[in-house]
């Protein structure tokens, strides 16, 4: 599924993101509003310009430690689980 993903244009990426994803927290980086979401078993993120619905980009995770970067993740345990696989 992941490669599927990552193939797609940004067009289907947001769409699969908005309907199957469960969103799991935000961040706020230089104008950028951030959300992440897990999608199947990883992660994703959508970048919205800041106060706008405009998305900019849609893109997986690929790094762990980002997963860091968000102070308000829900279901931590769940997230450490999945990054032991």
């Known amino acids: 599924m992941k490669k599927k993903f990552i193939e797609s244009t940004k067009a289907e990426r947001v769409i699969q993101i908005l309907q199957e994803g469960e969103k799991l927290g935000t961040r706020h980086v230089k104008g950028f509003d ?26 997986t ?9 968000y102070p308000d993740l829900v279901e931590l345990s769940r997230i450490n689980m999945l990054n032991t696989k």
């Open 34 to 59: 951030i959300v992440l979401f897990l999608l199947d078993d990883f992660f994703t993120e959508l970048w919205y310009h800041e106060n706008s619905p405009s998305i900019v980009k849609a893109r």
């Open 61 to 69: 995770i690929e790094n762990a430690a980002a997963l860091k970067l």
